[in-house]
């Protein structure tokens, strides 16, 4: 596992190293590593990106709980314009060896989430970090207090209903 397999931003933790009472594990993300997020997320800017994660060993694996937070710069959908928001993401996560997990799952498949894979005795709580990230963005960002409410007067006029309107308001 190489930093280029998995994108820009990588921080491994070797599993064997977690003492048993647990590891407390703080990612900062330099600049060039916020840039290139940025770039693969199609974002104008990550000013901030950090995350704060408990890590704990369990019978199956290691158990990850934390937070994701950052400071990013997005475009309105609406209005094209850029703007500043603050993104806050919950973490938590199993982590096994592939050999420890179940080879089918449960029967109520919506209860059940696989852990994710040790990987040579490691986690990349890097690639955690911006998995996390993305699933904060919201794909359709808004400006605060910009709102969408378009009506093409064409579609008025071209509507089945609009000569019933031109009845009802001749009476």
């Known amino acids: 596992m190489t930093p280029e397999s998995v994108g820009p931003l990588s921080r491994l933790v070797d599993v064997m190293n977690i003492p048993p009472r647990g590891q407390e594990v703080h990612v900062v993300v330099s600049a060039e590593e916020r840039d290139a997020l940025a770039k693969d997320f199609g974002l104008p800017g990550i000013q901030a990106l950090s995350a704060d994660y408990q890590l704990t060993s369990t019978a199956k694996g290691i158990h990850v709980t934390g937070v994701v937070k950052a400071s990013i710069t997005q475009v309105c959908v609406v209005t094209l314009d850029s703007f500043d928001s ?8 199993d982590f096994a060896e592939p050999s420890g997990m179940p080879a089918e799952p449960p029967t109520d498949i919506n209860e059940y989430e696989p852990p994710d894979e040790i990987i040579n005795g490691q ?3 890097g690639a ?4 996390f990230l993305a699933l904060g963005l919201d794909p359709y960002p808004r400006k605060p207090g910009v709102d969408f409410d378009y009506r093409d007067p064409s579609d008025e006029k071209d509507s089945p209903f609009a000569a019933l309107n031109k009845l009802k308001a001749d009476k």
Not at 86 to 92: H, K, P, Q, R, S
Not at 128 to 131: G, H, I, K, P, R
């Open 86 to 93: 603050d993104i806050e993401e919950d973490v938590e996560v």
């Open 123 to 125: 986690i990349d709580l």
């Open 128 to 131: 955690l970090t911006a998995e």
